[in-house]
């Protein structure tokens, strides 16, 4: 598939390769969600594909859905890409890939997410799980 996909986007006549699904998602937020490492690395390597980071209509990236998933080398590809820069974006529910990984059960992730982009203070509002009415607040000091 990621061949395929490949050879897409290198066809000079194809032009779909930024589109977008109903819910505002891309061909990197698809295989994101469904976990197809070589469709992330093909998608967020080539020159032509210019949403790398997208967010779809509920303010979730590809990263959202990796952490989420626990799709370790997923989220490896998205932190080591150098034209995603979204790594601590919240959703509209004000989660960032690194809640969702915590409310998710992924500690592994978790410690990834955090190294890997340099974290210091782990009580940052922004890589803490936001409350719903009802919810508790997870700091992330909880995934390790």
């Not at 998608?43 to 997208?54: D, Q, S, V």
């Not at 859905?65 to 150098?82: D, I, S």
């Not at 592994?108 to 890589?127: A, T, Y």
Request: hydrophobic share 40%; aromatic share 4%; charged share 20%.
């Amino acid at each position: 598939a990621a061949d395929v996909l490949a050879l897409l986007l290198e066809h000079p006549r194809f032009e779909a390769q930024d589109g977008r699904n109903s819910c505002g998602g891309t061909a990197l937020h698809v295989a994101a969600r469904t976990c197809q490492i070589e469709a992330i690395v093909t998608l967020l390597g080539h020159p032509r594909f210019e949403l790398a980071n997208a967010k779809n209509f509920d303010g979730n990236t590809g990263l959202h859905f990796a952490a989420k998933r626990g799709h370790f080398e997923g989220v490896e590809a998205f932190l080591r890409c150098p034209r995603f820069a979204e790594a601590d974006a919240q959703n509209l529910d004000g989660r960032t890939a690194l809640g969702l990984a915590a409310c998710s059960g992924h500690p592994e992730l978790c410690k990834v997410l955090i190294e890997r982009k340099g974290i210091d203070d782990v009580e940052q509002p922004s890589l803490s799980a936001s409350t719903q009415p009802g919810e508790q607040r997870i700091p992330v000091s909880v995934c390790g």
